[in-house]
């Protein structure tokens, strides 16, 4: 990989990349490379994130045994209904226009195959900042059409009008192959950052709908040495990233 660095390291710095600017808010980040995403974030760009054991403790982005304070679960409510949480959640499916499902495959009356469920999807997505991470981009979770919504996209939220469009706000989409993002005049996917070695081809190759490719596309930003030092040394000196994204 180019400067030394992994592709899951790259995909930590893109997850991170995605709360810079948020300022004093609540990260949520659910899988490992978003998590040490969060923590990275924290200790470099933005120090005023607020991170979670999981459960009720604020914790630093050295690690969850240094505690910085408590947030019992109404609290935790509070943050997010008034719009103070960035989630970056996963998802099983995800359409161009950013309705996620993480319930079932299959029609939801018979379902091939039972997931999570619908859990707080729709209350993220219409009331604060959320994100994806997927760390497998292929044509199986990036389709054409989601067998059942449970994270609102942009054109359901535009078609319940004011009351859901009021707050809802889908900033990125980060996988193993790139970063994209909702910024095309018709709120569809587009590619907004290729990872080092991935090419528009197969990206296009690995979705499941045509993609919005500008005809110049960055490469995603590689860590710095600093970054790097704190992702193996500090934030997961295990190489438990590795797991999550193939080398």
Not at 22 to 41: H, Q, T
Not at 56 to 82: D, F, I, M
Not at 128 to 141: A, E, M, Q, T
Not at 194 to 218: C, K, M, N, W, Y
Request: aromatic share 4%; with cysteine; charged share 25%.
């Amino acid at each position: 990989m180019s400067g030394g660095a992994s592709r899951a390291e790259v995909c930590v710095v893109a997850c991170a990349e995605a709360w810079r600017g948020d300022g004093e808010i609540l990260a949520s980040p659910m899988g490992r490379v978003p998590a040490i995403g969060a923590r990275l974030a924290q200790l470099t760009f933005s120090p005023g994130l607020l991170l979670t054991d999981g459960e009720a403790l604020l914790t630093t982005g050295k690690g969850t045994r240094v505690v910085e304070g408590w947030l019992p679960y109404r609290r935790h409510l509070a943050l997010v209904t008034g719009g103070r949480r960035h989630v970056m959640m996963g998802a099983s499916q995800l359409d161009r226009h950013g309705n996620q499902n993480i319930s079932c495959i299959g029609d939801w009356r018979r379902p091939d195959r039972q997931l999570l469920g619908v859990r707080g999807a729709p209350v993220n997505t219409l009331n604060h900042p959320v994100s994806y991470w997927i760390p497998r981009h292929s044509p199986r979770v990036l389709v054409e059409r989601v067998d059942m919504v449970c994270g609102v996209g942009h054109d359901r939220a535009a078609a319940a009008g004011p009351s859901a469009t009021r707050f809802h706000c889908l900033r990125r989409v980060v996988t193993d192959l790139a970063v994209l993002d909702f910024e095309t005049p018709d709120r569809t996917l587009r590619v907004r950052s290729l990872h080092p070695g991935v090419t528009a081809q197969d990206v296009q190759a690995a979705t499941g709908f045509p993609l919005d490719i500008p005809g110049e596309v960055p490469v995603t930003r590689l860590p710095t040495d600093a970054e790097l030092r704190l992702i193996r040394e500090v934030l997961d000196p295990a190489g438990l990233r590795d797991r999550e994204v193939r080398p």
